[in-house]
């Protein structure tokens, strides 16, 4: 399985951004997939976690109400949709997936639980 994260780039604050996440070489249809990010000096931290029927989602506190995660399982394709960006969300953006299948309705939102990650791409916002 490949990931590969698109979309990043420099924006100023209040700005938006979308993220993708595109699968290659198995379907990841009955997934959960998450986004992580990456600051410099930090520690890389779970943003949002999506299970495999779309219905079930995690995010974490400082992004509730501005980002959004949505997949397309036809597509093979994961998405991160970023609003009201602050500069506090500057970071290397980070896809994931896990081995296996999982039940509808799960998601993970510990990094070791994930085996599959894409190369990152960098979100920077200014004030």
């Known amino acids: 399985v490949q990931l590969q994260a698109s979309g990043g780039g420099s924006v100023q604050a209040g700005g938006s951004l979308r993220l993708s996440c595109a699968a290659s070489?198995?379907?990841?249809?009955?997934?959960?997939m998450g986004w992580f990010r990456q600051a410099p000096g930090k520690e890389r931290d779970i943003v949002a976690a999506?299970?495999?029927?779309?219905?079930?989602?995690y995010y974490t506190d400082s992004v509730k109400g501005r980002f959004t995660i949505s997949r397309d399982n036809a597509k093979n394709t994961f998405y991160l949709q970023m609003n009201s960006l602050k500069p506090e969300d500057t970071a290397v953006y980070y896809c994931?997936?896990?081995?296996?299948?999982?039940?509808?309705?799960?998601?993970?939102?510990?990094?070791?639980?994930?085996?599959?990650w894409g190369r990152g791409t960098l979100v920077t916002v200014s004030s």
């Open positions: 999506i299970a495999w029927y779309g219905r079930d989602t």
């Open positions: 994931a997936a896990p081995m296996g299948d999982s039940s509808h309705y799960y998601y993970s939102i510990d990094p070791s639980q994930y085996q599959y």
């Open positions: 070489g198995r379907t990841l249809s009955r997934r959960y």
